[in-house]
């Protein structure tokens, strides 16, 4: 299995507070991502990362900020979390970009009241 | 908004019996992956098959691509209940940043 962590796995948390979600990686992959995955919307991609300080904005990136200050690392932070951002975040890895294989991590489970 | 989707949204099949999921997709693309997660766990690649490739097996599995129609099928043969899992395509976007469809909800009844 990669070598990809998520932390927190579950986190209950209140509307208006900051949460950050930790993602660590152990294989030196360049490119790193954040999906949200809700039912009837599959998966998708919040923000990624294709190298150190250099992060972009995927498709549903408002009330998201990503910060990628080591390679290993990869942290969303909802700054001010929202009930609509109830969800299951997932952490991927890729060594290549499109055409790479993506590696996932387990999961952070987010439910905000 | 999503680039490929998948058909069926739901399939049941008795363990033996092949599965056969369906992924259309909207702009040209230089590969398609299928991805299989397991309940509460996260996605795990299966497969992968460039544009210029029209069929690719892995064990037990079947990918096809027609680009002309922009669609691809995945089949598991002979399936086990261990098959039971969500199935997602996954193809590039104009970003080049790979995106998912809904998925195929697969139970194989023992």
């Known amino acids: 299995d990669a070598g990809i962590t998520q932390s927190p796995r579950h986190k209950v948390t209140e509307t208006g507070t900051p949460v950050t979600l930790r993602c660590h990686q152990t294989?030196?992959?360049?490119?790193m991502y954040w999906y949200r995955q809700d039912p009837g919307h599959g998966l998708r991609l919040i923000h990624y990362s294709y190298g150190v300080k250099d992060t972009d904005k995927g498709e549903v990136s408002d009330g998201y900020s990503v910060s990628r200050s080591k390679t290993e690392d990869f942290l969303l932070t909802l700054e001010s979390a929202t009930s609509s951002q109830t969800s299951v975040y997932f952490c991927?890895?890729?060594?290549?970009?499109?055409?790479?294989?993506?590696?996932f991590g387990e999961g952070s489970r987010l439910t905000v009241l | 908004s999503q680039q490929g989707e998948e058909d069926p949204q739901a399939l049941s099949i008795q363990e033996g019996e092949n599965a056969t999921m369906n992924c259309s997709y909207k702009t040209s693309i230089n590969n398609l992956q299928w991805y299989r997660q397991n309940s509460g766990r996260g996605l795990v690649h299966l497969i992968l098959?460039?544009?210029?490739?029209r069929e690719k097996h892995s064990g037990r599995l079947r990918v096809t691509l027609d680009t002309s129609k922009k669609s691809s099928s995945l089949l598991i043969t002979a399936s086990r209940a261990a098959d039971t899992a969500s199935y997602f395509c996954a193809t590039p976007n104009a970003g080049n940043m790979l995106t998912f469809g809904g998925g195929t909800r697969l139970m194989v009844k023992p």
């Open positions: 294989e030196n992959h360049r490119y």
């Open positions: 098959i460039r544009s210029n490739e």
């Open positions: 991927a890895i890729s060594e290549q970009e499109s055409t790479g294989e993506l590696f």
